[in-house]
């Protein structure tokens, strides 16, 4: 669903951020993106919601070539995916309702699905209870939910999540990480950028780590040689 | 198409000050264009007044016979310039002399003043080439002793006509683009101030022409308001001036809504150069 072929991303200013990167993501996998900062994980994942384009290479995301896609074939390859930060990421002016909401408004979703839609991802991230209240009056692990029910509610094929925890303490951590996990049992991938390797190690799900733009482990790679 | 003008409305409720400073900006720029347009309009009013009385006559030589005259007339009545022409016999023009000149009455004696030829020209032929032209073409008839047209005052009457509305162009694109300037601005302000919404938008996956539509709204709306205002302002600027310096004539109505129009086109203009710019850049 997600294939990197030896992807390489030069910013304009600054030295290489990838170098020749080759993996794929299957439907329904979860895989954690690791490795020290300026590793590459955001670049990564922004070059998956394009964000970004590959200065060489190919990414192609449910079918849909780098190479070929044109500024116009952005926004629907983006409400395939849902996407999460570190920073959440929320209209601090709207409930978390609204929050949610607005993924759907803003992409053209009929007015009367909108209601059933919200109330099923709050409903998904346990946060039925608190769909009326403002982000400041949530905590940071709640904040963190809202912003997931929104990237959950366009029903999407992955869901990137870039330092979902950086944030968050120990016990939030958890709790979003099970979350992560129950979102992905039920069919969804999940891309996950992380330098939390205690999560990493406990978690026990497919890990590709990267290090100064190159990938230098992959633990679904059956052939190491093939890896970077 | 609801949901944009919701997030156009949104704009002005979550930022009331910065808003009312846009539609202020942009009031006060058409008003000083509206002013302008004004000044230029009055004038080219009082102008083109002036230069509906240039006229040109031709004298006619003491003895000439009626038919000759007449059918000079009805030749002249034939030029493409010309829209009226009268024949002035030396009776009546001693009589309008009489009539404009009573404390001279008893000096005019019969016969002192010549019959005359006066030609009044149509609209756009008051320049001084044309005015010149027609008085040779008078003066051909070999019964026309003079012309008099005023050469002179014809020509400085046409070349401040024209600095006239050289100036009133010139000044007024220069206010228009200021105004564009300035719209731009508010709105940029405005686009950054929501930054954060417009990341958020294109992560979901929503358009440029989605994420643009709000703003064009709230700029348009902006450029009627402060157009509104401005007409208002200027309004009350030709009330004062009646009052205490002198009378102006307003704008008429199809004038004054194109002065809307203007307004909420150039507050759509400003905008879409600067959501452009941002969207570019984003």
Redesign the interface.
Same mark, same amino acid.
């Given at each position: 669903m997600i294939r990197f072929t030896k992807v390489s991303k030069q910013y304009p200013r600054g030295g290489p951020a990838l170098e020749e990167v080759s993996f794929s993501l299957r439907r329904g996998e979860f895989a954690f993106l690791t490795g020290p900062s300026g590793a590459g994980k955001s670049t990564i994942l922004k070059l998956v919601?394009v964000a970004e384009r590959p200065t060489s290479g190919e990414v192609r995301v449910d079918g849909k070539s780098s190479v070929a896609l044109s500024?116009?074939d952005i926004?629907?390859?983006? +409400?395939r995916l849902g996407?999460v930060f570190q920073d959440f990421?929320l209209?601090e002016?709207r409930t978390a309702e609204q929050n949610v909401a607005?993924?759907l408004?803003?992409?053209?979703a009929a007015p009367s699905q909108i209601g059933p839609k919200v109330a099923r991802a709050l409903t998904q991230v346990g946060l039925a209870s608190k769909a009326t209240a403002l982000p400041h009056e949530l905590s940071g692990g709640e904040q963190q939910r809202v912003a997931i029910a +929104?990237a959950l509610v366009?029903d999407p094929l992955v869901l990137l999540a870039d330092e979902p925890t950086g944030n968050l303490d120990e016990r939030s951590t958890r709790s979003i990480f099970q979350l992560l996990r129950d979102i992905n049992a039920s069919g969804t991938a999940v891309l996950m950028a992380t330098h939390d390797l205690t999560l990493v190690r406990d978690a026990g799900f497919r890990t590709i780590e990267l290090n100064r733009g190159r990938l230098v482990f992959d633990s679904a790679a059956d052939d190491p040689g093939a890896q970077g | 198409m609801r949901?944009a003008f919701r997030e156009a409305l949104r704009a002005f409720e979550?930022a009331p000050m910065l808003s009312m400073l846009s539609v202020t900006t942009i009031a006060f720029s058409l008003f000083a264009f509206g002013l302008f347009g004004l000044v230029a309009l009055n004038l080219r009013q009082a102008l083109q007044q002036v230069e509906d009385r240039v006229e040109v006559r031709g004298f006619i030589a003491a003895g000439t016979a009626p038919e000759a005259s007449s059918a000079a007339v009805d030749d002249v009545a034939l030029f493409p310039e010309v829209a009226q022409v009268r024949l002035v016999t030396e009776s009546q023009a001693l009589e309008r002399a009489r009539r404009e000149l009573r404390e001279f009455t008893d000096v005019f004696e019969e016969g002192l003043l010549p019959a005359s030829i006066e030609v009044r020209l149509k609209p756009g032929f008051h320049d001084p080439e044309t005015v010149a032209r027609v008085a040779k073409r008078l003066e051909n008839y070999d019964f026309i002793d003079d012309v008099r047209y005023g050469e002179e005052w014809v020509r400085n009457l046409y070349r401040l006509r024209n600095i006239a509305t050289g100036a009133g162009l010139a000044l007024g694109i220069t206010f228009a683009l200021v105004s564009i300037i300035i719209i731009g601005s508010t709105i940029r302000m405005a686009v950054l101030a929501r930054s954060?919404?417009i990341?958020?938008?294109?992560?979901?996956?929503?358009?440029?022409g989605?994420?643009r539509a709000p703003f064009l709204i709230e700029g348009a709306i902006k450029g009627t308001l402060g157009g509104l205002l401005a007409l208002l302002l200027t309004w009350l600027a030709v009330q004062v001036s009646g009052r205490w310096v002198m009378q102006v004539q307003f704008f008429e109505a199809p004038l004054a809504l194109l002065g809307i129009v203007a307004g909420a086109g150039i507050g759509l203009l400003g905008s879409a150069v600067s959501v452009g710019r941002h969207l570019r850049k984003v």
């Open positions: 919601y500024r116009r926004p629907q390859l983006r +409400r996407v990421r209209l002016d607005f993924a408004e803003v992409t053209g +929104r366009n | 949901l979550r954060r919404e990341v958020i938008m294109r992560l979901v996956g929503a358009t440029d989605f994420i």
